[in-house]
């Protein structure tokens, strides 16, 4: 999958851009504040329809009332035509010029893998930053679990609701209770066996990038729900799941609220069996969040057929030099990668010889090579 063409009208600090993108790698370069982050927040919001650090109303240019993103893509030498346009009250999703208002049917017509430095917060922040992530790219991947995901929010608000119910009224129907129960097992087991895969995936390659791009530790992370399961076999689960509901069913009554599942879930990042959190240094891991983001191309690759886009935002920061190199090699010429940085000073050029390189001063932006 590759992004041709990108065009913003009154997006953060762009009045109008109009800018083609090198099939392979695309870096910008520019001083502080100058607009390379909003340049990645475009192509974002165009992928996801959201932007993971800001408000809809924020990406509208200052004193404007209307903010416009396009772009062409390519996938399988089709063009697509993707569009997001803002105004004060509300949002508008295109594909070739049709309004698309089912969310589930415009995610995944352009797939990115974002890094930020705000994903240190992915190993120092709280679960739902994993789970919200673990989210993000599995809808990518599937409309499936997109909207069994959605399906199970449904049924965890209409549980949790009945539990408050429960809790003042005695009388209220127990029937029902596990009627809901039944069918936010069903929903919950879907999720938890599609984490589960994902996760066992990623660790069948982060360890041997996180050797590629820093240093010779063993590097893995742990899938943990808050209900531990026998075996990950579909009938099991449903079983255990359902029993854990029975046995805490009082519990949850008290509380007024559905305590076990997958909105619970939560995964761990060990670096030679320690975990990365607690002993890690920045630098390890910042590498750590790397690895995992490059180890779901190629899950990507399997389940979508195509490659997503690379949106790396300020990359080199707390790199030395030759991590920066090695980083930038191990990304390569396989994949489209928009990268963000303030210099290249410490970069091969050989490694530069393929790359369209692009200089960004506030609100412009012009390819130098
Ligand atoms: N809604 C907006 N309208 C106009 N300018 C904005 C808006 N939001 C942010 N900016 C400007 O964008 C710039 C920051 O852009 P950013 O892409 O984060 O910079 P960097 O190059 O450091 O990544 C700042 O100058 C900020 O004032
Ligand atoms: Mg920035």
Same mark, same amino acid.
């Given at each position: 999958? $590759? ?36 340049? =990645? ?36 030498? $089709? ?35 974002? #890094? ?23 809808s ?25 119910? /429960?809790l ?18 069903e *929903? ?17 390659? $982060? ?9 010779f #530790? ?10 531990? #399961? ?56 910042k ?9 779901? !191309?190629?899950?990507? /690759? ?23 190199n *090695?980083?930038?090699?191990? !990304?390569? +010429?396989? $994949?489209?990668?928009?990268i963000?940085?303030?210099?290249? *000073?410490? !970069?091969?050029?050989?490694? =530069? *010889?393929?790359?369209? !390189? ?9 390819? +130098?090579?």
């Open positions: 999958m $590759i992004i041709k063409h990108l065009s913003l009208l009154q997006f953060r600090n762009y009045k109008r851009l109009e800018l083609d993108f090198h099939p392979t790698m695309n870096i910008l370069i520019g001083d502080n504040a100058v607009g390379k982050t909003n340049i =990645l927040e475009a192509i974002e919001v165009l992928s996801l329809t959201k932007s993971h650090r800001a408000s809809d109303s924020s990406l509208i240019m200052y004193h404007k009332s209307l903010a416009k993103i396009k772009g062409t893509v390519l996938v399988d030498n $089709i063009l697509r035509k993707l569009e997001v346009d803002y105004d004060t009250v509300q949002k508008k999703t295109k594909i070739n010029g049709t309004v698309i208002s089912r969310i589930s049917d415009y995610i995944s017509s352009l797939n990115v893998i974002v #890094f930020t430095p705000d994903d240190i917060e992915i190993i120092k922040g709280s679960p739902n930053i994993r789970r919200n992530l673990l989210n993000m790219e599995l990518q991947i599937s409309k499936n679990y997109l909207s069994t995901y959605n399906q199970y929010n449904k049924l965890l608000k209409t549980r949790n609701e009945y539990l408050k119910i /429960l003042t009224n005695h009388l209220a129907d127990r029937n029902y209770l596990n009627v809901i129960t039944e069918k936010l097992v *929903k919950a087991v879907f999720i938890y066996r599609y984490r589960k895969e994902y996760i066992d995936k990623v660790n069948e390659n $982060i360890s041997s990038i996180f050797k590629d791009i820093h240093s #530790f063993s590097l893995k992370i742990q899938y943990e729900p808050n209900v531990s #399961f026998s075996s990950y076999e579909e009938k099991v689960m449903k079983e255990e799941l359902l029993s854990i509901y029975q046995k805490y069913s009082q519990k949850e009554q008290n509380y007024g609220m559905t305590l076990y599942g997958p909105h619970r879930d939560d995964f761990t990042f060990y670096l030679n069996e320690k975990n990365i959190k607690i002993y890690g240094s920045q630098g390890q891991q590498a750590a969040v790397l690895a995992y983001k490059l180890s779901c !191309i190629p899950i990507f /690759l399997e389940k979508t057929g195509t490659r997503p886009v690379l949106l790396f935002d300020d990359i080199f920061s707390e790199l030395d030099g030759k991590k920066q *090695k980083l930038l090699k191990y !990304i390569g +010429k396989d $994949i489209q990668s928009i963000t940085t303030t210099d290249v *000073k410490n !970069i091969r050029k050989s490694l =530069l *010889k393929d790359a369209a !390189i692009f200089t960004v001063i506030s609100g412009n932006v012009e390819r +130098k090579m």
